[in-house]
């Protein structure tokens, strides 16, 4: 491909639901700072975690929000998602998640790893730790490590690593895995059929924890570029 092509940025979030203290007046305006970087991509287009087929139950919360009468919920679909496209002055949102049901739950196979590998278990989990919101940082410091390629990159290699779980013809790691790997290629199929001409720049909200799997898809499948979520939250 040539010239112009259609822009995805994919801001990865921690989910926000049961943390009250997120509508505090001072989060709310941290939250209020965060979107204001994001939305200097001038995105057409904003995407969330949130399956498709919720696409009229959202879109009809969205209208009401537009009409001021929708309280946001705590979750970053409505405080982050919703804002932005209010922002960009976008009429609809669009959920591109799917969930399925893994065959094994990935606690199962955490105890499972625990009993019967204890050495790739206490590789895996002894220094795995994970960003947390303390009081003494602001929610934007708190997107920029979220975001960080490092972080990032470790986190995709821990669940890459969730392979080596079992043994030969007794994959225990995998049967969590293939599904894992099919919800991020449906949603990377969903978001790409968003893309349907090189003006569109796509702002996709989502668990930090899909970001460089759906931005390895995104690359190899030379459907558009990708922008680093970075270079907006450190404007």
């Known amino acids: 491909m040539s010239g112009k092509r259609p822009e995805v940025c994919i ?11 997120l ?8 939250m209020v700072e965060v979107i ?3 939305s200097t991509f001038k995105p057409t287009k904003i995407a969330v975690e949130m399956e498709v087929d919720q696409h009229e139950l959202l879109n009809q919360k969205y209208k009401q929000f537009l009409s001021g009468n929708f309280r946001l919920e705590l979750s970053e ?19 591109i998640d799917w969930m399925g049901t893994p065959s094994a739950s990935f606690g199962d196979i955490q105890k499972w790893l625990e009993e019967h590998q204890p050495a790739l278990y206490n590789e895996l ?6 960003p947390n919101l303390s009081d003494e940082k602001s929610l ?3 997107y920029k490590e979220l975001n960080e390629s490092s972080w990032l990159d470790y986190l995709h290699s821990f669940y890459v690593n969730t392979a080596r779980i079992g043994d030969f013809n007794h994959y225990v790691g995998i049967e969590w895995l293939s599904w894992w ?15 349907q001409s090189n003006d569109k720049r796509i702002l996709l909200i989502i668990g930090c924890s ?20 970075m270079t907006l939250l450190e404007k």
């Open 23 to 30: 509508l505090s007046d001072r989060r709310q305006a941290e």
């Open 36 to 38: 204001s970087k994001i």
């Open 77 to 95: 679909i409505y405080q982050i998602g919703f804002r932005a496209a209010f922002e960009s002055e976008l009429k609809a949102i669009h959920p």
């Open 140 to 142: 934007l410091d708190y």
């Open 181 to 195: 790997y099919k919800r991020n290629l449906i949603i990377f199929s969903n978001l790409s059929r968003l893309i």
């Open 210 to 229: 899909h970001n460089t799997i759906i931005q390895n898809f995104l690359d190899e499948s030379g459907t558009c570029d990708v922008v680093d979520a």
């Open 11 to 21: 801001l990865g979030t921690f989910h926000m639901r049961n943390n009250e203290a």
């Open 125 to 130: 989990f002894d220094d795995f730790t994970v």
